[in-house]
């Protein structure tokens, strides 16, 4: 049974570090693309980061460029999405998705189409 689950998300206060974890079972991650994307309260879902199969290539988007680094840990078929820096506008729930076909890049992952985790939430706040 292939299954994602993320765990990590906390309460931080802005310019904090959280550590998100998406770790997976049923399937050999480091086979797939892997997303990490986010919603928050009345805003549509956003990728914010991706690391293709076989680590060829991360993409990041903008407003997280430079603060947030997505990782692999191979032995522990685990996704990693180090954030730093946060700002109160990171708040969001957290989702990691899995492409529905092997080797491919981030520019080619349909995450719609794969599987997805049930969600860790971020709160960044004073």
């Known amino acids: 049974q292939v299954q994602l689950v993320e765990s990590g998300g906390a309460l931080v206060q802005p310019g904090g570090s959280l550590r998100l974890s998406c770790t997976a079972s049923?399937?050999?991650?480091?086979?797939?693309?892997i997303g990490w994307f986010r919603q928050a309260p009345g805003k549509e879902r956003e990728e914010v980061s991706c690391?293709?199969?076989?680590?060829?290539?991360?993409y990041y988007t903008a407003s997280v460029k430079g603060r947030f680094t997505i990782s692999r840990d191979i032995a522990k078929n685990t996704v990693h999405l180090q954030m730093n820096s946060l700002k109160v506008e990171d708040t969001a729930v957290y989702y990691c998705?899995?492409?529905?076909?092997?080797?491919?890049?981030?520019?080619?992952?349909?995450?719609?189409?794969?599987?997805w985790g049930q969600g860790t939430q971020v709160t960044v706040s004073s």
């Open positions: 998705a899995a492409d529905d076909l092997r080797f491919r890049d981030c520019s080619q992952a349909d995450f719609s189409a794969g599987s």
């Open positions: 049923g399937f050999t991650s480091d086979y797939y693309a």
């Open positions: 690391i293709s199969a076989s680590d060829e290539s991360t």
